[in-house]
């Protein structure tokens, strides 16, 4: 069967209210779209809208209520006008300024003159009975702003009841002229519908009749997306290899599925995210057209054990599928008591018919009875894509409107600056006797770039060397010299600009580029010093080194990664471990936990602030990633993207544990702290991920303000192919983090360096606000999500090091005492200040102070902190040393 065909028929009508909903199967729908990747759509809710002052929630129910008692008070006044619109006719249409208060008195209207005034004006004047279609519009609108929250979309709404208003007015009028009944019915149609069937019979005659029939078949075929009109086939039970039975439509609890999708979902995620769904919500109903049985509960399939043949006294009346192409198993194989094999059939099915031709051809056909191999059972019983983002499907994703417009970027840079500046340029190096040919500016956001062509025989290095000459001249501040520029043959001078632009989040968002960009983890940082959005794929990087000094965009830029990837992708392809040492910089994304967040079971709080957690965490990465790996080396795939790809396509078995897997994005917002807290502990699974996890949709963020050779490791380094650094206050802090000089030389406020390979970009970041994060957390904190955080695999550490040793006196050193008592008199339980005290050696100090930590005097190893002193004074000391020798 076709796809769309299948697609079309399940969700075409009620569905029976006892037959549970699978996990992607949406609540309030009642048609099954096809799997596709979600469009981002405005939404409707009150708190987006442009206007200040409607942001006020009292204000929004004061209008959501309006809406609502104005839809009931239309609905009173049209069914009142019904019975009493002929007796108010004469008070509507002489009613005067002065006459007001009489003709009320005189008006029969259950809402009075006013009720009886607009229900003329609706009713008589306009649209007829077909009226009553404004009404769901008014409710909708009102029930929007009140309760947040709807089933279906306003476009659909509107569009169902305005073609309702329009067909109804016409056809009714159409029906009143016809009949002749125009001086008592008129009211049905209205004046426009009454005017515009008449227009029409004026033009077609009795091909009116079939244009109205026409408007209302193409209306149905595009707004409900009918493409067959093919009865579907029925579920076949067939016996697996064990013995179980399945059919086409699998069994759940309390029920029957209806389709094949929905029961290929549940069992690609057993645990299903149904807990997650809105249970408030009534559930909607679907067509059950996987029926074996009639409504007398007599098999359609009334075959014979023997031969499989249709018995041909008792051959089923309704006779309407053609199932000879579909293997089945005899029914000995498919008890009826063990699996639910029927739903009722439903009344809309009961008066569709066959041409006598096509029941005799049927009758015909002998059933063929073959059982469906094992390894296909799962193959055999769809056709249809498993769609992950059907977990959520009302899910919308943030729309532009929620970030701030800074306007429209303007050159800042004038035509005298940039002669001014060429005019230094050419002096300044003519001063040394190099020659110019020929210089072009182009210009940036916050740079300028002026590409040079030197006379022949001028050596490159003796223009880089006059970078301090140079920068003297322009009396500017960050000038960078590149010689040559890649793929040019030309020496680029980057200069500041005096007025710098400011590059906003918004600005590169809206552009065609990023929305339309088919990357896996698009990532867009800014502008480029000609002024080109860059965009850039984290999932090819694969992973980022992010260095900085104090106050030069890093955090900004962190922002700014993780936004890009909130607009691109759907909760269910992308999940963010966060940690966050400094407690205040990730804080804001706490609000989409239930969405986007990973963290470990039974862990309170998704982003991880403490040091001891962040070490459990990276190890269940490990953990993860050794997974993954396995279940890739299963399904015979090379990388996450093809595995997604042959799950979505259904060709992995969810029985032999394969499930869709999102990517996993790990930001460490500052590496340093947790390199002098944890050292090894951090720098071991942080290697093992860069190096390994790429493949299997792993890909780490680390973000630092010191980029030394004691935080950035050289085992480190050497997997963060991908660098960007920020303003840097040395050299050396430049080499080390992109292995070149310039991250010295640039101006700040987000003006980094991005380096790939060879290549080095200098990119203008773009400025992503506090309020701006806040508000993208709020619109989809405040959307349906999944019961909790994307859970990693639990990791038990290795806790033994963190138990106390036992003291045994009669191992103790000589020298014991009077170590005790120089740590407890200095306060500082350190191996060096027993090495220069005692004289001792390194080996012999260390057993001294795991001694003494043994017998209570100093704590635990914390780093590259010196071991906290448990005993205050000499004299706890001399009373925990007699206790020591009493035992």
Not at 113 to 131: C, E, K, M, T
Request: proline residues 5%; contains cysteine.
């Amino acid at each position: 069967m076709a796809t769309n065909t299948y697609k079309r028929e399940v969700g075409t009508g009620p569905r029976p209210k006892n037959m549970p909903r699978s996990q992607n199967e949406p609540k309030g729908k009642t048609e099954a779209k096809a799997p596709k990747e979600p469009k981002p759509k405005r939404s409707f809710t009150a708190p987006t809208l442009s206007f200040g002052f409607f942001k006020d929630r009292r204000l929004q129910l004061f209008v959501g209520f309006f809406f609502l008692l104005s839809s009931l008070y239309l609905t009173i006044a049209f069914v009142s006008y019904l019975f009493t619109g002929t007796a108010d006719q004469s008070v509507v249409e002489s009613v005067t300024v002065d006459a007001v208060k009489e003709a009320g008195l005189e008006s029969e209207n259950w809402l009075g003159l006013f009720g009886a005034w607009v229900s003329d004006y609706f009713i008589n004047r306009w649209f007829g009975v077909a009226s009553f279609f404004f009404i769901p519009i008014i409710f909708y609108i009102g029930y929007k702003i009140v309760f947040r929250r709807t089933t279906i979309t306003l476009s659909s709404v509107v569009t169902l009841c305005l073609f309702g208003l329009l067909w109804g007015s016409i056809s009714a009028g159409y029906v009143v002229l016809t009949s002749g009944l125009a001086s008592d019915y008129s009211f049905l149609s209205g004046a426009i519908g009454y005017e515009t069937a008449l227009w029409l019979e004026s033009l077609l005659r009795w091909g009116t009749g079939l244009l109205l029939a026409f408007a209302l078949i193409a209306f149905v075929m595009f707004f409900f997306n009918i493409t067959t009109l093919n009865r579907p086939k029925p579920a076949v039970a067939t016996a697996g290899p064990e013995g179980n039975t399945y059919r086409q439509d699998y069994p759940a609890e309390s029920g029957v599925y209806a389709s094949p999708s929905m029961a290929m979902n549940h069992l690609t995620n057993p645990s299903g995210s149904i807990e997650a769904q809105d249970e408030e919500e009534e559930d909607m109903v679907y067509p059950a057209p996987f029926a074996l049985q009639d409504q007398q509960g007599e098999d359609f399939f009334n075959e014979d054990q023997n031969d499989g043949a249709y018995d041909d006294e008792e051959e089923p009346e309704e006779d309407l599928f053609a199932v000879n192409d579909l293997p089945v198993t005899s029914r000995s194989t498919a008890t009826p008591t063990s699996v639910p094999l029927a739903l009722e059939m439903e009344d809309d099915f009961e008066d569709e018919v066959l041409l006598e031709d096509d029941v005799e051809e049927e009758a015909e056909l002998d059933l063929d009875i073959a059982p469906i191999p094992a390894h296909a059972e799962v193959e055999a019983v769809t056709s249809e894509n498993y769609d992950p983002t059907l977990d959520l499907p009302r899910y919308q994703y943030p729309h532009i409107d929620l970030l701030t417009d800074y306007g429209l970027a303007k050159v800042t840079v004038s035509k005298e600056e940039l002669e001014a500046n060429k005019d230094r340029i050419v002096e300044t190096l003519g001063n040394y006797n190099i020659g110019i040919a020929s210089i072009k500016a182009t210009i940036g956001p916050t740079v300028t770039l002026y590409e040079i062509v030197p006379d022949a025989g001028v050596r490159i290095s003796k223009i880089k060397s006059l970078e301090d000459d140079i920068a003297l001249s322009l009396a500017a501040l960050g000038i960078r010299i590149i010689a040559p520029i890649p793929g040019k043959g030309t020496i680029g001078i980057e200069v500041p600009n005096k007025k710098k632009e400011m590059v906003s989040i918004k600005s590169i968002l809206s552009t065609e580029k990023f929305m339309k960009s088919e990357m896996d983890l698009p990532i867009a940082f800014g502008k480029t010093i000609t002024n080109e959005v860059f965009i850039t794929d984290l999932a090819k990087m694969p992973h980022l080194l992010m260095a900085g000094a104090t106050g030069q965009g890093k955090s900004v830029g962190l922002n700014a990664i993780l936004t890009s990837l909130l607009y691109k992708r759907h909760p269910s392809q992308l999940k963010f471990v966060l940690v966050d040492p400094k407690k205040v910089e990730l804080s804001l994304f706490n609000k989409i936990e239930r969405h986007f967040l990973a963290k470990l079971p039974d862990t309170e709080e998704a982003i991880i602030t403490d040091t001891k957690k962040v070490v459990n965490t990276l190890n269940s990465l490990c953990m993860e990633m050794d997974q993954r790996y396995d279940l890739l080396k299963d399904a015979g795939c090379r990388n996450l993207k093809e595995y997604n790809v042959k799950f979505v396509e259904r060709r992995l078995n969810p029985k032999k544990g394969h499930k869709f897997m999102p990517y996993i994005v790990l930001v460490i917002d500052e590496l340093a702290d947790l390199m002098m807290t944890a050292g090894k502990e951090v720098e071991t699974p942080i290697a093992r991920l860069a190096q390994l996890a790429r493949a299997i949709g792993i890909h780490l963020v680390v973000a630092t303000q010191r980029p030394s050779v004691n935080v950035i490791t050289g085992i480190i380094k050497a997997n963060f192919p991908a660098r960007i650094s920020f303003k840097v206050t040395s050299k050396i802090d430049s080499r080390t983090i992109l292995d070149t000089g310039g991250a010295d030389q640039l101006i700040g406020q987000g003006d980094m360096l991005f380096s790939l390979g060879s290549d080095l970009i200098r990119v203008q970041c773009a400025f992503v606000d506090t309020p701006e994060v806040d508000r993208i957390c709020d619109f989809i904190g405040e959307q349906q999500g999944y019961s909790d955080a994307y859970l990693l695999p639990e990791f038990v550490g290795d806790e033994s090091g963190n138990d106390k040793a036992e003291f045994d006196p009669s191992n103790k050193d000589a020298m014991f005492e009077e170590a005790a008592r120089i740590v407890v008199t200095h306060q500082q339980g350190s191996t060096s200040l027993l090495q220069r005290r005692l004289k001792l050696g390194y080996n012999r100090a260390g057993r001294l102070i795991d001694q003494l930590e043994a017998a209570g005097v100093v704590g635990p190893f914390e780093g590259s902190k010196a071991r906290e002193v448990l005993i205050p004074d000499e004299y706890s000391l001399e009373q925990l040393l007699n206790t020591l020798d009493r035992n």
